[in-house]
Nanobody, 123 residues
């Protein structure tokens, strides 16, 4: 299993941007599909975005399409999530995840998860 550590969360105003980072150790990210999920208290964890192991495919949940973008820097072993035009409903703890299988990420069954980083969008 690869170890993951998220960073970059914070408090921003609606309409502003934020970039989350996920640092990986214990394995090359070129071997893993990776994703971002988010969770608010009292609700299930929600899929946000996914990227395939070779960065060939990406997909996003409908509510963030056109606003969020994810990519991997394999040389740095990092995953990023650029979030633009943030809305209050984007407020959540954001988690990165990694797995050898793309579909396991989609199903929320990844082998590796980070500890999460809080994103708060509020005026």
């Amino acid at each position: 299993q690869v170890q993951l550590v998220e960073s970059g969360g914070g408090l921003v105003q609606p309409g502003e941007s934020l970039k989350l980072s996920c640092a990986a150790s214990g394995g090359s990210l070129s071997r893993y599909a990776m994703g971002w999920f988010r969770q608010v208290p009292g609700k299930d964890r929600e899929f946000v975005a996914i990227i395939s192991s070779r960065s060939t495919y990406t997909d996003y949940t409908e509510s963030v399409k056109g606003r969020f973008s994810l990519w991997k820097d394999v040389d740095k072993n990092m995953l990023y999530l650029e979030m633009n035009t943030l809305k209050p409903e984007d407020t959540a703890v954001y988690y990165c995840a990694a797995d050898s299988y793309y579909n396991r990420i989609l199903k929320g069954l990844a082998d590796s998860w980070g500890q999460g980083t809080q994103v708060t969008v509020s005026a």
